[in-house]
């Protein structure tokens, strides 16, 4: 039977989502209210703010009615883990929106930004008072840290994505190593939201083999196939690629150095999970 608990939005948790909303809502109407851009790094910026603040709505609600005790999957879990992944987005929307479209002048725009600051520091908070939950309580997929990990594997993947175009490998001199590279994001994006679906949705007790065995040779065939990226995307981008004297705020230039520095940490992140998995799997389990 579903009931109102007025305790889900009088707890700390629930006036933190209570403020994200509003911030976040705050955040998209002042960027919308600006002059649109077609850049794809202002979608993604409208895209994190309305993306965090209808699910934060929707967590909000689902607890209200005591419809999220009823979900399929572990609620806690979902919750903790979409707080450190809208963490992740607004971070990066509060650095991306300033420094490519705020200005001197622009009221609304530098409005935008502050309220995005608010927005990180909101969820962040939320984030550590979630993980300060009672230790009895158990910890599903999303909230451990290969499966945050693996949050930040996808995320990453989105932002490189986000920044590639045409111009940067088709006719390229050097076409064939750059298609390696978006081949390994392509690869390692598919593989790991494999990963992240199967274990959500419990289907890896159904296998016929060691699955987290399985998870690691994916893990460590991924770090070795992000790092071969590191050294290829720099290596072919620049090459007698200096930046062009006309290129302004943004231009194609500049989104090679944004793949390249997202490169650099996925392939860290990437390292690190292959290295946790490993540890888990072979030693820290058997302890």
Not at 149 to 162: N, P, R, T, V, Y
């Amino acid at each position: 039977m579903v009931y109102m608990n007025l305790k889900s939005i009088t707890q700390p948790v629930g006036i933190l989502r209570i403020l994200a909303v509003i911030v976040t809502c705050t955040s998209f109407s002042l960027a919308a209210s600006a002059i649109p851009n077609t850049s794809p790094y202002w979608a993604w910026c409208i895209f994190t703010w309305v993306f965090c603040c209808f699910f934060t709505l929707l967590i909000l609600i689902l607890e209200f009615t005591t419809i999220s005790t009823k979900v399929p999957f572990a609620w806690e879990d979902f919750t903790g883990a979409f707080a450190i992944l809208s963490s992740v987005m607004c971070l990066f929307a509060a650095i991306m929106y300033p420094t490519f479209f705020a200005c001197n002048t622009c009221d609304l725009q530098i409005g935008a930004s502050v309220v995005s600051w608010v927005c990180v520091a909101v969820y962040v908070a939320e984030v550590v008072l979630t993980r300060l939950r009672p230790s009895g309580q158990d910890s599903g997929f999303l909230s451990t840290p290969p499966g945050i990990m693996k949050m930040l594997e996808s995320f990453f993947a989105c932002l490189i994505f986000l920044s590639l175009e045409i111009g940067h490998y088709s006719g390229h001199q050097n076409a064939t190593g750059l298609n390696w590279c978006i081949a390994v994001y392509s690869l390692c994006f598919i593989l790991t939201i494999t990963i992240i679906l199967l274990t959500l949705g419990k289907i890896t007790d159904y296998v016929a083999f060691p699955f987290d065995k399985v998870v690691i040779v994916c893990n460590v065939l991924a770090a070795v196939m992000y790092l071969t990226a590191m050294v290829m995307w720099p290596l072919y981008s620049f090459h007698n690629n200096k930046r062009p004297a006309t290129c302004g705020r943004l231009c194609l230039w500049d989104k090679l150095v944004l793949i390249t520095v997202m490169t650099i940490i996925n392939s860290i992140v990437y390292l690190l999970d292959s290295i946790y998995s490993i540890l888990l799997v072979f030693f820290l389990r058997n302890e």
